[in-house]
């Protein structure tokens, strides 16, 4: 049967920069222009580079295809080909380009190539993309361009609750528990602001939007800060309002794997599908926390419309699939910073690093010898020649190696005061050993306590005590850390920042030795290291071990309470190099051997106020 070619255009007022995230997530567009939802074949998950079979039903009718790969180069353009086994097309093809105006528009060309199967798809196919798909196409469009160019969020795009239920009752009941929660927590006006837009979303928004509520995301596009709108969102779980779980992500390709709702249901090892690697999780990258609506207030009924669309994967700039023997030449405009370019069928990748000084052009063969241990140095638009020398299709992926800083991830909520008080029960299974990254782990304790009950008495000395770990407590938590547990007069905590971690300390001797009420004063001797930790559970809670755990002990015992003694990796952080070369603050260098690390002489620094 002839091919049937439609082409639109549209020129539009937002950047292709801006204009992409709304495009190039077909999963959106095709439920916005009327496309039925559809169902993938799980049993056909290995089909070479990630093609998949899928099936809907048109009118009643079953259709089946094979959906090879998007192949896309951000932000410029995208596009995929489908080869359908029932149904009225034998063959459909698609293709976006975004094309820069001089006033900062975009002029967008947006094609479809359709081979019908049979005499009535012949008929069919340009009669509904003509009549239906025309229209709803221009609507999309115009509804993405004005998102876009007033910087509006993706998810707000187009709302469309249509298949969620609602029990608007006990969502008021719930929204009012959570303002009378927030009225008593600091900053209690930003905190109800948030609350009343987040309740305000629960209702309102795309069932793709609350489906999967990642807080630090949703705090740039409201441009509140981070922090705060994970507090509320934290503070909404508390009540019911919201429900949250652990999302553990693949290295490679990004996207969750599994989920579970308590850190209990994480397993560390974990296997991708898409990407057919087994990996092991860790919370410092691979487990982030988001949240989505109680059932009891939205019980919501998110449906698949694409598979493979660029923007299930961000971090990828470009994904092209080379058939055997073919040569393919790209011209990349990327941000400065490290790339790798891989195969998803081949093992080993290429490194490439992108600067203003790199060169303009690059050539990479693939080949079953390997890849080219030497980077590629490029510049921020150069091309990029390819040569597929196997004897297979092989899919190329290039992508930006840095992770997003929009992810709330496990080793920095479980670091927060805030979310191990309202959630102490959060750990993992018995027996279950996770690597949380790096960490600053404080230990204190009190200087003479043993003298303190001598001599003003037991009870009083126990009232300081008492006292001075309030104090503790609450400068950790108003520096972004968390306490792990006391143990006698002692604390151990965790921050994510070494210079919170000092600050916090400094600040905490300062107000123990000169008591506002008068009391007598108190010295309190801190030790601070940074390093790799291992996350496990020990009597119910969520606890820390590892050598990093273990030289911080022993710093603690080396203060004299009135001075925090730090390690070489606290001392290099960049911002603890500011403090220290302030007029407030002094460090004085030494090193020793330290209790079970007898092998090695250790250089510490004693840091104190002037």
Same mark, same amino acid.
């Given at each position: 049967?002839?091919?049937?070619?439609?082409?639109?255009?549209?020129?539009?007022?937002?950047?292709? *920069?801006?204009?992409?995230?709304?495009?190039?997530?077909?999963?959106?567009?095709?439920?916005?222009? /009327?496309?039925?939802?559809?169902?993938?074949?799980?049993?056909?998950?290995?089909?070479?580079?990630?093609?998949?079979? @899928?099936?809907?039903?048109?009118?009643?009718?079953?259709?089946?295809?094979?959906?090879?790969?998007?192949?896309?180069?951000?932000?410029?353009?995208? %596009?995929?080909?489908?080869?359908?086994?029932?149904?009225?097309?034998?063959?459909?093809?698609?293709?976006?380009?975004?094309?820069?105006?001089?006033?900062? %528009?975009?002029?967008?060309?947006?094609?479809?190539?359709?081979?019908?199967?049979?005499?009535?798809?012949?008929?069919?196919?340009?009669?509904?993309?003509? =009549?239906?798909?025309?229209?709803?196409?221009?609507?999309?469009?115009?509804?993405?361009?004005?998102?876009?160019?007033?910087?509006?969020?993706?998810?707000?795009?187009?709302?469309?609750?249509?298949?969620?239920? =609602?029990?608007?009752?006990?969502?008021?009941?719930?929204?009012?528990?959570?303002?009378?929660?927030?009225?008593?927590?600091?900053?209690?006006?930003?905190?109800?602001? #948030?609350?009343?837009?987040?309740?305000?979303?629960?209702?309102?928004?795309?069932?793709?939007? #609350?489906?999967?509520?990642?807080?630090?995301? &949703?705090?740039?596009?409201?441009?509140?800060?981070?922090? &705060?709108?994970?507090?509320?969102?934290?503070?909404?779980?508390?009540?019911?309002?919201?429900?949250?779980?652990?999302?553990?992500?693949?290295?490679?390709?990004?996207?969750?794997?599994?989920? %579970?709702?308590?850190?209990?249901?994480?397993?560390?090892?974990?296997?991708?599908?898409?990407?057919?690697?087994? =990996?092991?999780?860790?919370?410092?990258?691979?487990?982030?926390?988001?949240?989505?609506?109680?059932?009891? #207030?939205?019980?919501?009924? #998110?449906?698949?419309?694409?598979?493979?669309?660029?923007?299930?994967?961000?971090?990828?700039?470009?994904?092209?699939?080379?058939?055997?023997?073919?040569?393919?030449?790209?011209?990349?405009? &990327?941000?400065?910073?490290?790339?790798?370019?891989?195969?998803?069928?081949?093992?080993?990748?290429?490194?490439?690093?992108?600067?203003?000084?790199?060169?303009?052009?690059?050539?990479?063969?693939?080949?079953?010898?390997?890849?080219?241990?030497?980077?590629?140095?490029?510049?921020?638009?150069?091309?990029?020649? &390819?040569?597929?020398?196997?004897?297979?299709?092989?899919?190329?992926?290039?992508?930006?190696?840095?992770?997003?800083?929009?992810?709330?991830?496990?080793?920095?909520?479980?670091?927060?005061?805030?979310?191990?008080?309202?959630?102490?029960?959060?750990?993992?299974?018995?027996?279950?050993?996770?690597?949380?990254?790096?960490?600053? @782990?404080?230990?204190?304790?009190?200087?003479?306590?043993?003298?303190?009950?001598?001599?003003?008495?037991?009870?009083?000395?126990?009232?300081?005590?008492?006292?001075?770990?309030?104090?503790?407590?609450?400068?950790?938590?108003?520096?972004?850390?968390?306490?792990?547990?006391?143990? /006698?007069?002692?604390?151990?905590?965790?921050?994510?920042?070494?210079?919170?971690?000092?600050?916090?300390?400094?600040?905490?001797?300062?107000?123990?030795?000169?008591?506002?009420? /008068?009391?007598?004063?108190?010295?309190?001797?801190?030790?601070?290291?940074? /390093?790799?930790?291992?996350?496990?559970? +020990?009597?119910?809670?969520?606890?820390?071990?590892?050598?990093?755990?273990?030289?911080?002990?022993?710093? *603690?015992? +080396?203060?004299?309470?009135?001075?925090?003694?730090?390690?070489?990796?606290?001392?290099?952080?960049?911002?603890?190099?500011?403090?220290?070369?302030?007029?407030?603050?002094?460090?004085?260098?030494?090193?020793?051997?330290?209790?079970?690390?007898?092998?090695?002489?250790?250089?510490?620094?004693?840091?104190?106020?002037?």
């Amino acid at each position: 049967m002839r091919e049937y070619h439609k082409r639109w255009e549209f020129d539009l007022k937002s950047s292709p *920069e801006r204009l992409w995230p709304f495009i190039a997530d077909t999963n959106r567009f095709n439920r916005d222009t /009327g496309v039925p939802q559809i169902e993938i074949d799980s049993s056909n998950s290995r089909l070479r580079n990630a093609r998949r079979k @899928v099936r809907l039903s048109l009118y009643g009718l079953p259709v089946e295809w094979e959906e090879q790969p998007f192949e896309w180069v951000k932000p410029s353009r995208f %596009g995929v080909e489908r080869v359908y086994s029932k149904g009225p097309l034998a063959r459909l093809k698609m293709r976006a380009e975004l094309q820069p105006k001089s006033d900062g %528009g975009t002029h967008l060309i947006y094609e479809l190539w359709s081979t019908p199967r049979n005499l009535p798809g012949a008929v069919a196919i340009p009669m509904q993309i003509n =009549f239906v798909v025309a229209r709803r196409f221009r609507d999309a469009m115009r509804k993405y361009d004005e998102s876009a160019y007033m910087d509006a969020a993706v998810e707000a795009a187009e709302p469309n609750t249509s298949q969620s239920s =609602f029990d608007l009752q006990r969502l008021s009941s719930l929204k009012q528990k959570l303002t009378s929660d927030l009225e008593t927590c600091a900053l209690p006006e930003q905190k109800l602001a #948030v609350g009343e837009r987040l309740a305000a979303f629960l209702e309102h928004g795309d069932d793709f939007a #609350v489906a999967r509520i990642r807080p630090y995301k &949703l705090a740039d596009e409201w441009h509140e800060p981070r922090r &705060l709108v994970l507090e509320v969102c934290l503070r909404a779980t508390r009540v019911g309002l919201l429900d949250f779980q652990w999302d553990l992500l693949c290295p490679l390709c990004r996207g969750p794997q599994e989920s %579970g709702l308590s850190l209990k249901d994480i397993k560390t090892a974990v296997h991708c599908d898409t990407c057919k690697i087994d =990996f092991t999780a860790n919370f410092d990258r691979y487990v982030e926390l988001t949240f989505r609506p109680n059932p009891a #207030v939205r019980r919501l009924n #998110v449906s698949a419309f694409c598979i493979g669309s660029p923007h299930w994967t961000p971090h990828v700039v470009a994904q092209q699939l080379l058939p055997a023997g073919e040569k393919r030449e790209l011209v990349l405009p &990327l941000e400065s910073g490290n790339y790798r370019l891989r195969a998803l069928e081949l093992p080993g990748s290429q490194d490439v690093r992108v600067s203003p000084e790199g060169e303009a052009s690059a050539h990479v063969t693939l080949s079953k010898d390997g890849w080219n241990e030497e980077t590629l140095r490029v510049g921020e638009e150069f091309s990029l020649a &390819l040569k597929n020398d196997t004897d297979a299709e092989q899919l190329l992926i290039l992508e930006r190696l840095e992770w997003s800083d929009q992810a709330t991830t496990a080793a920095e909520v479980t670091a927060l005061q805030m979310f191990r008080d309202l959630f102490a029960t959060e750990a993992l299974r018995p027996g279950e050993q996770i690597s949380v990254g790096t960490l600053t @782990v404080l230990f204190t304790d009190l200087r003479n306590s043993t003298q303190l009950y001598r001599e003003i008495g037991d009870a009083t000395a126990f009232g300081r005590v008492m006292s001075h770990f309030d104090v503790v407590k609450k400068a950790i938590a108003d520096h972004d850390g968390a306490v792990v547990k006391t143990i /006698g007069d002692a604390v151990m905590a965790v921050f994510r920042s070494s210079v919170d971690g000092l600050l916090a300390m400094l600040e905490v001797q300062g107000l123990l030795a000169d008591p506002a009420d /008068g009391s007598r004063p108190l010295q309190l001797k801190a030790g601070l290291n940074t /390093g790799p930790c291992i996350a496990v559970t +020990l009597n119910d809670r969520l606890d820390y071990f590892g050598s990093t755990v273990n030289m911080a002990a022993r710093l *603690e015992g +080396l203060s004299s309470g009135s001075d925090v003694i730090i390690s070489r990796s606290v001392y290099e952080d960049a911002k603890v190099q500011e403090l220290i070369e302030s007029d407030s603050f002094s460090a004085e260098p030494f090193d020793m051997l330290l209790k079970g690390f007898e092998d090695e002489r250790f250089e510490l620094w004693r840091v104190s106020r002037h």
